[in-house]
């Protein structure tokens, strides 16, 4: 079973021999393995070799040709009932270098359970060894990407997959107040090589990508993974399915690991791949040395058959994991009702936490009271009303936020104003008032004067600003 794969850009000054130096420091640094460096002294990067003891083997196989170098490692290990196998795929053309790693793991007893899945610390081992290279619009590395204010169009292309990029993109929105839900340099060791990690500025900065993606991007601090080339978009967030930021992290890996061991491979990037190209240059060096050894030639042919057949094993698994994927989006289809969303989203963006359910649901609940008893009308609402009761309600508790911050106020002391600004508006200076902006959207703005007249000022305030916005 197939339990983890990746595939990614190294530094293009990397070459076979280098690549297989890293794989034998990796091996060698294990504490379970009984390999020596003398065993593997003899391992090249071109021809076939091949290495046993005990319950380890590991076999190499490497081409050089005018097109490219490549070379593949196959390491199996057994133990305690499980026998793992790492293929690792080395491919370097004039242009770039790339690196494909994938697990698998079997078991030879139906009672041993297969374990969690892991990524190997050869990805760690390879990525500090060659550096990342760039992967589009952005370099594979260990550390996220954070945007400027200044990188609009950057963030466009990556949310449209039009950044070049062939690794997903795993895009961190701004919160409405406070800093990002996850540990972004935590989460950005863990899927480096594996995924993109960036890293949004603000939310004035949220409001305005919303225009050039029409409104694709998740934001008020949901995470949100993106596939290359506009494949499709998962959101996490903390609330009903995640109830706190390591577990949101971790859903995301999880999410990130599985659809990498779906996806199917660079074709250069594979065992077959390198077998078929080793071996079309065996039956080429037998052709032009006029051997005519019969057993030479079959060997040579049955090498490249394995290697077609491989490569349609591969395709009838990608077959099989599309028709799995399809049933899945069969299922949400029916479940939404034949394949129609209750509710189709807008251009508008959420300014604050389920602000859109909040507006529907009392928009629901104030239908409820306009529609005869026992009415379809009313069943149909009713049902509705209940499958959303659970949700927080924001707009309430910023209306009371707001009133307790303006109640008895007079000018613009400092603990006011970080209050404010943590609701999501922005303060500057107008003359004799202070102009307030929500959530950096210019069409909600209000004034404050700097000196109030009475208590009742501040909760007026408060009420005509908590019923244009809440």
Avoid at 43 to 48: I, N, Q, R, S
Avoid at 176 to 203: K, T, W, Y
Avoid at 412 to 431: N, P, Q
Wanted: net charge negative; with cysteine.
């Amino acid at each position: 079973m197939l339990s983890f794969a990746t595939e990614f850009p190294i530094t293009h000054d990397c070459h076979a021999l280098r690549f297989i130096e890293a794989v034998k420091t990796w091996i060698l640094g294990s504490p379970h393995t009984r390999l020596t460096p003398n065993m593997l002294r003899d391992l090249a990067p071109t021809g076939e070799a091949s290495v046993k003891e005990g319950h380890e083997s590991l076999k190499t196989l490497g081409v050089s040709g005018s097109d490219q170098d490549a070379v593949a490692v196959r390491y199996k290990t057994s133990s305690k009932g499980l026998e793992w196998t790492t293929t690792s795929v080395f491919s370097r053309t004039a242009s770039d270098a790339w690196v494909r790693i994938q697990v698998s793991c079997e078991t030879s007893h139906p009672a041993v359970r297969l374990p969690p899945a892991k990524k190997p610390i050869l990805v760690r081992t390879l990525l500090d060894e060659f550096g990342g290279a760039p992967d589009g619009l952005l370099r594979i590395g260990r550390s996220p990407f954070r945007l400027e204010d200044t990188d609009i169009d950057v963030a466009a292309q990556l949310i449209r997959g039009e950044a070049g990029c062939r690794l997903p993109l795993v895009y961190v929105s701004a919160p409405f107040q406070g800093g990002p839900i996850v540990d972004c340099d935590r989460l950005a060791a863990d899927l480096s090589a594996m995924a993109h990690v960036v890293v949004e500025p603000n939310r004035p900065f949220s409001v305005r990508l919303r225009l050039d993606v029409g409104s694709e991007n998740v934001y008020g601090g949901t995470v949100g993974i993106y596939w290359p080339e506009g494949g499709g978009r998962r959101s996490f967030f903390i609330g009903r399915d995640y109830e706190s930021p390591s577990q949101v992290s971790k859903a995301v890996f999880d999410e990130i690991r599985v659809a990498l061991t779906n996806r199917r491979p660079l074709e250069r990037c594979t065992w077959a791949s390198v077998q078929e190209s080793w071996s079309r240059k065996e039956i080429q060096a037998l052709q032009a040395s006029g051997s005519q050894e019969l057993s030479e030639y079959i060997e040579a042919f049955d090498k490249e058959l394995d290697a077609k057949t491989e490569r349609i094993e591969d395709a009838e698994r990608e077959i099989r994991r599309l028709r799995s994927e399809l049933q899945v989006y069969e299922a949400r289809l029916a479940a939404g009702g034949g394949g129609v969303s209750i509710v189709k989203p807008g251009r508008e963006q959420d300014l604050y936490l389920n602000e859109t359910l909040i507006i529907v649901r009392d928009a629901i609940a104030d239908a409820l009271t306009r529609v005869p008893d026992n009415s379809r009308r009313q069943h149909v609402l009713e049902s509705l009303l209940k499958a959303n009761e659970d949700v927080d309600d924001m707009a309430e508790s910023n209306r009371e936020e707001l009133k307790q911050i303006l109640r008895g106020t007079k000018g613009m002391k400092s603990k006011m104003r970080s209050r404010l600004e943590a609701m999501g508006f922005s303060i500057t200076e107008d003359g004799k008032h202070y102009k307030l902006v929500f959530q950096g959207d210019n069409r909600y703005v209000f004034t404050l004067p700097k000196s109030g007249s009475d208590w009742r000022g501040g909760l007026n305030a408060a009420s005509d600003i908590g019923s244009m916005l809440f």
